[in-house]
C-alpha cells in the first residue's frame, strides 16, 4: 500500500463545513448533463490515446461487431451455429410464405426477406441469438394501412412498391432513432416486462399453430385468444385428424428430445437435430404415402431464383407519399419493439448485455438494404429467434448459415420443401415455445415485488387477449407510472439516535432509537420535485404534530432536516421549503439543514435560501446538528421554550 | 425537559446490525401504499374521536368550504369583495355574450352562465381567486365538435339541447374524477409550467383584444400568435381610428392607476375602482356623443328575466349521445386543467392552497347544476379570475356579488349596458393581462434551475403559438421527461473519509477526503430501478477504473456500496446487484453493502441477495464497514492481494 498507515480519527466533531460548489459555465454543465444522459457507455473511451490506423479499425469494430468476435470465433461455436441455422432456415421458408400472404405480397418475397437482410444484421447486430426474418404483426398492418389506399388485387406492381418503399421509410427511422442515441428507451422494458412479455408472445404463437395442427384453411388474422379461439371452435367440422395426429406424434418426439436432454446435458444434441428430423421424416412421410392427398398440409411449389434488384422500384413523387410514410413509421416502430425485446430477452437468458443505439442502427440498415433488394419490413421475430436459441446458436453467424441455405434453397431446393407438412413446422414452433413461459420467473416476482408481479402480468394479459404492443403499452406505463409514483410520494422518516452511538435512523427500521428532546430530525429518501412539494409538506407537518402527541412534548426546539438523499431540488421544491422555513419561523423555531449534495447545495445558493437560512445552519452530519442544538438548549436555558401554535 | 441528560457516546462502534423488518400480510401493506396514494392528507384525520354530531359538521364543512370560512368573514372582507365582484361584472357580461357566440349558442346564455354556477362554486370552492364564468377555449370546442353533427342555424333547439348534455357529462365527469381522489394530478403541475402558462395565457388574451381595440367585425377563432396576425393585418382597411384612440386613452388611465396604486400602496382603491369608473365613463361618452355610429362597438340590446330551467332538456337517448359524450369528456378534461391551473396559480401568489379533488368536485357539482339551468360549460377563466384578482378580492364572495350583480341586471339593467363600449372591456383586459407576464420570474429560473426553466419556455410558446392544451402538455411532458430523467440517470459518487472524522464524503463534493487504500465506497442516489440498472452497473465499472488509474492502486480488496439513500429496488435492480456480485467474486474482491432502508433490505432477504453476501456484510454506517474492512486487511496481510483482472 502506497499511502501512510492509515489511523481512526476519534473526535465526532471535524470542523468541516458544507461547501458552495463553485459555479461552472452553463456550456460545460450542458455538455456534461447531456453527455451523461445520451453517452453514458462513453463509446470514445476506448479511442482516446490510441494511433489512427487503431482508431479507424476501433471504429469499424463499433459499427460493424462482427469484426470484433469473427476473430475470436472457432470451429466448436461453427457446429451450433450450422445447427441452429439450418434449423431456422426450416422455419424461414414456411414462416416467410405465410407472412407474405398475410401481407398481401407475393409468397416468393418471404424468402428474399430471410436472405438479404439476415446477413446485413449479422455484420452489425450485438445480439446472438436474434434470428432475422418478417414478423406477423409488422405483415398485417403494412396489408391493412397499404390496403386502404391501393387494392394489392387489381394493381399487384403499384402495392409491391409501395411495400418496398413504406420499408425504406422504416429503415430510415430505425437507423435514425439509433444514430440520435435513443437506445435507451429499450431500458424501459424491464424484467418484469420481459418475463411476461415473452410468456404472453409465447402463448400467442401456439395458439396460432392451431391452424397448422388442425389442419385449418381458412383462419383468424387476428392474434388475440378470443378470435382465435372463435375461429377454431367456428370450423370444427374442418378439423383433419390426420393432421391433427401427425402433429401431436411430432410434438411428443420433440418434446422427449428435450426432456431427454435436459436431464442429460451431454447430449444436447439429440434436442438441437430434433426438429431437422422431424422436417426430414414427415417430408418423406408425405413423400411415400402421399398424405397431401389426406388432409396433410404442405408446402408446395416454389419459384427458382435470388432476390432481383428494387431500388429504381422506390416511389417518393406519388400521391401515396403520405400513406406510404405512416405505413413505415408505425410498423418501423412496432418491429423495432418487438426486436429489441426479443433480443433483450435472449441476452437476459445468457448474461450478456445488448447496445441498444447499435441493435437500431442494424435494423435500420437491415431494412434500408432490404427495400433495395425486393424484401419487405424484418425484425428479430420471436419464434425464430427462440427457436434459434434452443437449437443452440452461439453467434450471429446462425443468420449467416440461414442466408446460405435459403440462398441454395432459392437457387435449386425448392422442389425439396413441396413434400414438407406445415403440421411438422406447427410442432417444432410450439415445442419451442413452451419451455418460454417461465412461471417459475413469476412466482419470484410475486414474492419478492407485488408491483412487479403486476407489471409482470399486465403485460401477459394485454398481449394474450390483446395484441403485442397492448401488452408492452401496458407494462411500460405501469413501470412509468411507478417511477412517478416513487417521486410523488417519496418515504420520509423522523430520526432518532441509535444507542451508544453517533448514529441516527430511522425510528420505524430501528425501535432502539432514542428521541431527542427538544429536536425533531426528518430525513426524505428522494429528489424534492414540483410532483411531491405539496405532499412532504403535508407529509412533515404530520410527521411533526404525530410526534409532539406521542412523546407528549411541549418544547419543540429545533428541526433538523436531513438532506442527504436529496440529490436533486428544482424551483418548486425550493419555494416549499421556503414556505415550511417561514412556518418554522412563525412559531419560534428554528431550521437546521444537515448534508446537502453539491447540486442541491448550489442552487439553494443561488435562490438565497442559504442567505435566509444563514450557512451556519448547514452542517455536515446529523451529529453535528444535534451536537449543536443540544449545546445551544443547554447553554441558553433563559431562551423561552415556546408552545406549539 | 422530561428525559435525563444527554449524553455524547464517544465510541464509533455501536455493534448494531442492519434488522430485516419482519414481514407483513399483503393485504395490509396494500392497504398502506394506497393510502399514502390516495389519502395522502388525510381527510379523515380530523373525524377521529369525535362525537358523531361534530363528525358532521366537518363532514359539511370538507365538502362546503363556506361552512368553514363564513363564520370569520367580516366587513373588511365584504367590501373589497364587493369591489372585485362589481369590477368581475362588468367583465362577465360582454364576455358571457361574446363566448356564447363563440359557441354558436343565443348570447343571453353567457349571463345564466354567471349566474348560477358562480353561486354553486362560492360554496363548494376552495379558491379564494377565482371567478366562474365560460371560457374561450371550451366554447369554440363545443362550437366545432357539436357543430359537425348538428347545424346551429338550422336546428337550433336541438344543439341548445345537446349542448346542455354535453355540459352534464363534462360535469359528471369532473365530480367523479375529484371524487376518485386523482386531485394529485394537480401536483404534475408546477412552479415553472404556471409561470410560462400563465405568461402565455396573458399574450394570447391581450392579442385576442386587438378586435376591440381597432374595432375589427371579423375575427379569428383560432388563439396563436400567427393565426391572430394575420387576422389584423389582412384587414387594415377596417381599423378603426375612433375605436383605437378611445381604447388606447383607457388603457393609459388604467396603466396609470395602476402605476400609481403600486407606488403608493395606501391608495390600493384608485387602481381597484378604476375598471368601473372607466365602464361608466365609457358608457357616458358613447351616450352623450352617439360614438356607437362613428365606429365604437358597444354591446347593445340584451333580452330581460332570469335562467329558464333546462333539466327536462337533457336528452340521453338520442343518436347523438356518442358525440355528446365525447364532447362533454374533451371540454370537461379541458376546463378541469385550465380551471384548476388558473386557481392554483393565484393560490401561489397568496402563498395558500388549493385541495385538487375539492375544486373537482366543486367544478363538477357547478356543470351539474348549471345543466340543468340553461348555462353551458364554466370553469375559472384565466383572464376574469385576474380581473378579479386584481381588483382585490378577497374570498369567494366576490363569485356571490357577480352572481347577485348579474341576477340584477338580467331582472333590471339589461338596457343600462347597451352604450358601454367593447374597447373599453378591452383596455380593462389589457391592463389586468400585462400584470400577469412575470419576466422576472423566468429570469430567477434561468439563474436557479435551467431546467426548470426551459420547461417554462416551452408552457410559453406552446400557449401562445400554438394552443392552450398544446403548452400544458409540453409543459407537463418535459416536467415528467424530467423525473424519468433522474430515475433513469441517477448520481453516484465515491466516497473518501472527511480528516479527523469518522464521516465519509463524495471526493467530488469534498475534495479534502482522504481515499482509503485497498477499499473503494460508492454511494447511488436513487432507487434502482429497471430504468438505471443497466446505466448504474455501467458506470459502476467506469469509476472503478477511474479510481484505479487515478491512485495507481492495484490492491483493491473490499469494495462498499453506501445504499442509505436507495429508497427502493425492484427485481431488475436485484438481479443487477447479483451480477454485480457475482463479477466482484470472480476478481477474488468482497462486497459490503451499507445501511440499506426497511424495504430494501426485505426485499433483498426474499430474493436470497441477503443470504448469497451473508448478513454479516451488511454494515450500518460506513465508518462502521471501513473499519471492519480495514481490520482485516492488516491482521490478515497473508491473504494474496489479487490483481485486478
Redesign the interface.
Known amino acids: 500500500?502506497?499511502?501512510a498507515d492509515?489511523v481512526?480519527?476519534?473526535?465526532?466533531?471535524?470542523?468541516?463545513r458544507v461547501?458552495i460548489?463553485p459555479s461552472q459555465p452553463?456550456y460545460k454543465?450542458?455538455k456534461k448533463s447531456l453527455k451523461?444522459?445520451f453517452f453514458?457507455?462513453?463509446p470514445v473511451r476506448q479511442f482516446k490515446n490510441q494511433p489512427p490506423s487503431r482508431k479507424f479499425i476501433l471504429g469499424l469494430q463499433y459499427f460493424l461487431p462482427i469484426l470484433e468476435w469473427a476473430p475470436r470465433y472457432t470451429f466448436q461455436y461453427f457446429k451450433a451455429d450450422l445447427i441452429a441455422g439450418i434449423t431456422i432456415t426450416s422455419l424461414a421458408i414456411p414462416q416467410g410464405i405465410s407472412y407474405a400472404k398475410l401481407a398481401n405480397l407475393p409468397p416468393i418475397l418471404g424468402l428474399y426477406s430471410s436472405f438479404v437482410p439476415p446477413l446485413v444484421y449479422a455484420m452489425m447486430g450485438s445480439s446472438r441469438d436474434l434470428a432475422v426474418g418478417t414478423v406477423a404483426v409488422a405483415s398485417l398492418l403494412t396489408a391493412s394501412m397499404l390496403g386502404k389506399e391501393v387494392n394489392a388485387n387489381e394493381h399487384p406492381t403499384l402495392y409491391l412498391h409501395l411495400a418496398f418503399t413504406a420499408t425504406f421509410f422504416a429503415g430510415v427511422l430505425q437507423a435514425t432513432l439509433g444514430i440520435l442515441r435513443l437506445g435507451?428507451i429499450v431500458?424501459?422494458?424491464?424484467?418484469?416486462?420481459i418475463v411476461g412479455f415473452m410468456a404472453g408472445a409465447a402463448t400467442v404463437v401456439c395458439l396460432q399453430q392451431l391452424k397448422g395442427i388442425l389442419g385449418l384453411e381458412h383462419f383468424t388474422h387476428a392474434t388475440d385468444v378470443v378470435s382465435v379461439m372463435r375461429s377454431v371452435f367456428t370450423q370444427t367440422h374442418q378439423w383433419r385428424w390426420e393432421s391433427a395426429v401427425l402433429g401431436c406424434c411430432f410434438l411428443f418426439f420433440l418434446m422427449l428430445t428435450r426432456y431427454f436432454s435436459k436431464r442429460r446435458p451431454r447430449f444436447f444434441w439429440i434436442s438441437a437435430l430434433a426438429p431437422l428430423t422431424s422436417v426430414i421424416l414427415g417430408s418423406l412421410l408425405v413423400y411415400f404415402t402421399h398424405a397431401e392427398n389426406h388432409g396433410v398440409q404442405v408446402i408446395g411449389h416454389l419459384k427458382k431464383g435470388l432476390n432481383p434488384p428494387s431500388l429504381t422500384h422506390l416511389t417518393f413523387g406519388s400521391q401515396y407519399l403520405t400513406v406510404v410514410m405512416k405505413t413505415g413509421i408505425i410498423t418501423g416502430v412496432i418491429a423495432l419493439a418487438e426486436g429489441i425485446a426479443v433480443g433483450r430477452s435472449f441476452a437476459m437468458f445468457k448474461?450478456y448485455?445488448i447496445d441498444g443505439n447499435k441493435e437500431m442502427i442494424a435494423f435500420g440498415m437491415m431494412n434500408i438494404a432490404g427495400s433495395c433488394t425486393s424484401c419487405y419490413l424484418t425484425t428479430g421475430p420471436f419464434s425464430r429467434s427462440a427457436v434459434n436459441f434452443n437449437a443452440g446458436c452461439k453467434t450471429a453467424v446462425s443468420n449467416i448459415v440461414m442466408a446460405t441455405a435459403v440462398m441454395i434453397t432459392l437457387l435449386f431446393l425448392t422442389p425439396l420443401f413441396h413434400y414438407t407438412p406445415l403440421v411438422v413446422l406447427s410442432s417444432i414452433i410450439i415445442s419451442a415455445m413452451l419451455g418460454l413461459i417461465d412461471y417459475e420467473a413469476a412466482v419470484?416476482?410475486w414474492?419478492?415485488?407485488?408491483?412487479?408481479f403486476i407489471v409482470c402480468i399486465g403485460a401477459y394479459i394485454g398481449v394474450v387477449f390483446g395484441s403485442v404492443e397492448i401488452g408492452l403499452v401496458i407494462a411500460v406505463s405501469l413501470?412509468?407510472l411507478?417511477?412517478?409514483?416513487?417521486?410523488?410520494?417519496?418515504?420520509t422518516s423522523a430520526l432518532g439516535n441509535?444507542?451508544?452511538?453517533?448514529?441516527y435512523?430511522?425510528f420505524?427500521?430501528?425501535p432502539?432509537a432514542n428521541?431527542?428532546?427538544?429536536i425533531f430530525i426528518l430525513r426524505v429518501?428522494?429528489?424534492i420535485?414540483?410532483?411531491?412539494?405539496?405532499?412532504l409538506r403535508?407529509?412533515w407537518i404530520?410527521e411533526e404534530e404525530e410526534k409532539l402527541k406521542s412523546t407528549?412534548?411541549t418544547?419543540l426546539q429545533y428541526i433538523i432536516l436531513d438532506m442527504?438523499?436529496v440529490?436533486?431540488i428544482?424551483?418548486?421544491g425550493?419555494?416549499m421549503l421556503e414556505?415550511v422555513k417561514k412556518n418554522i419561523d412563525r412559531r419560534g423555531l428554528k431550521l437546521a439543514l444537515v448534508?446537502p449534495?453539491?447540486?442541491v447545495?448550489k442552487?439553494l445558493d443561488?435562490?438565497k435560501f442559504l442567505e435566509d437560512i444563514g450557512q451556519e445552519w448547514v452542517y455536515?452530519?446529523v451529529a453535528e446538528a444535534v451536537?449543536a442544538c443540544?449545546f445551544m438548549l443547554h447553554t441558553c436555558k433563559s431562551a423561552p421554550a415556546r408552545e406549539i401554535v
Chains 1, 2 share one sequence.
Open positions: 500500500m502506497g499511502n492509515y481512526f480519527p476519534s473526535s465526532g466533531d471535524c470542523g468541516h461547501a460548489p452553463f454543465s450542458l451523461e444522459t453514458p457507455d462513453d435507451f431500458d424501459f422494458l424491464s424484467h418484469a416486462t448474461n448485455h419470484h416476482l414474492q419478492v415485488d407485488k408491483f412487479d413501470s412509468i411507478r417511477v412517478l409514483l416513487f417521486v410523488a410520494r417519496p418515504r441509535i444507542p451508544n452511538s453517533m448514529t435512523r430511522s420505524v427500521q430501528y432502539v428521541n431527542i428532546p427538544g429518501d428522494a429528489p420535485y414540483f410532483a411531491n412539494a405539496n405532499y403535508e407529509r404530520g407528549g412534548e418544547s442527504g438523499c440529490a436533486s428544482d424551483t418548486s425550493i419555494s414556505e448534508n449534495g453539491s447540486e447545495m442552487k443561488k435562490s455536515l452530519t451536537g443540544n
